[in-house]
T-cell receptor
Framework: GAVVSQHPSRVICKSGTSVKIECRSL??????MFWYRQFPKQSLMLMAT?????????EQGVEKDKFLINHASLTLSTLTVTSAHPEDSSFYIC?????????????FGDGTRLSIL | AQSVTQPDIHITVSEGASLELRCNYS??????LFWYVQSPGQGLQLLLK??????LVQGIKGFEAEFKRSQSSFNLRKPSVHWSDAAEYFC??????????????FGRGTQLTVWP
């Protein structure tokens, strides 16, 4: 079945550094990728919708300059957390879909646990 | 605005017992509804989905869900729970248009604990 690979699975870094998370669709072309953030014991909150070759659409309250999203190809989207601080520590999950139709479900990566010291 | 409510934060059942996880949604149009399962530290796996047609949908791992428009509900059920079913379960409604088509709105999740 369709597989989405997310890398790294876990990252620990110092405050002030930038962290890049990759999301790859391994066996299909992902026209759209989504980035979610999940706090402990809470639901997934959509951060942004990323369409290949165009600018990402951010949800209200998500800082565009803080969370840089690039979707340069049909198989790769990246989320860069710039100048990360402890409050950015969270579980980040990406998902990908092949078409705009809900008949094609989203396929989720296994997530990235980000810890900022 | 669309929203999803999962009123039960944590449910505990004995292995072999039946299970029902509740989900209510708010959406102005015909909803696309989903149930996902998440194991600790993992991404989400789709259990089942409802788009149209038969209001009782079958999913993987023996799960089923029933769409009730009059109650705005999409409850997940399983007749006999296995210890491996212990996980977090999320209900979601699909919405969005244009550049955000395909976005999912998730409920807060229900943590399922299974006693042996």
């Amino acid at each position: 079945g369709a597989v989405v690979s997310q890398h790294p699975s876990r990252v620990i870094c110092k405050s002030g550094t930038s962290v890049k998370i990759e999301c790859r669709s391994l066996d299909f072309q992902a026209t759209t990728m989504f980035w979610y953030r999940q706090f402990p014991k809470q639901s997934l909150m959509l951060m942004a919708t990323s369409n290949e070759g165009s600018k990402a659409t951010y949800e209200q309250g998500v800082e565009k300059d803080k969370f840089l999203i690039n979707h340069a190809s049909l198989t790769l989207s990246t989320l860069t957390v710039t100048s990360a601080h402890p409050e950015d520590s969270s579980f980040y999950i990406c998902s990908a879909r092949t078409t705009d139709s809900f008949n094609q479900p989203q396929h989720f990566g296994d997530g990235t646990r980000l810890s900022i010291l | 605005a669309q929203s999803v409510t999962q009123p039960d934060i944590h449910i505990t059942v004995s292995e072999g017992a039946s299970l029902e996880l509740r989900c209510n949604y708010s959406y102005g149009a015909t909803p696309y509804l989903f149930w996902y399962v998440q194991s600790p530290g993992q991404g989400l796996q789709l259990l089942l989905k409802y788009f149209s047609g038969d209001t009782l949908v079958q999913g993987i791992k023996g799960f089923e869900a029933e769409f009730k428009r009059s109650q705005s509900s999409f409850n997940l059920r399983k007749p006999s729970v296995h210890w491996s079913d212990a996980a977090e379960y999320f209900c979601a409604v699909g919405a969005g248009r244009g550049s955000t088509l395909g976005r999912l709105y998730f409920g807060r999740g229900t943590q399922l604990t299974v006693w042996p």
